[in-house]
């Protein structure tokens, strides 16, 4: 059961490549963002559409498969752990950001790239 404590699960479109670091070792990380949509009518009635959108990182074998197999626009359903970390950008201004730790995905074949 301490599996499904930190558990997301996610299905959008790619906004950008993967971007790819081989480090000394040879493993491998895969940074890339998905955008989901929500639907929903306004107080006045109106259809609106909401996008947001989520920072999700690779590790190793994934990060290899990310590589080869995912590209901007493509559907993909993504499944992994959410995580909050903070850094000190080059201005010495901390920054701070969610993102998904990739653990499986599955891209949807279709009319996108």
Do not use: C
């Amino acid at each position: 059961m301490t599996n499904v404590r930190n558990r997301v699960q996610l299905v959008g479109n790619l906004g950008m490549d993967p971007e790819i670091k081989t480090f000394d070792n040879g493993h491998k990380l895969a940074k890339f963002t998905i955008a989901t949509n929500e639907t929903f009518k306004d107080s006045n009635g109106q259809e609106r559409t909401e996008t947001q959108w989520h920072n999700v990182t690779a590790w190793g074998k994934q990060a290899e498969i990310a590589q080869k197999y995912l590209q901007k626009g493509k559907e993909v359903a993504i499944e992994g752990r959410l995580t909050h970390r903070q850094y000190e950008d080059k201005n010495k201004q901390t920054r701070y950001i969610t993102e998904v730790i990739l653990s499986s995905y599955v891209v949807f074949p279709g009319l996108k790239k």
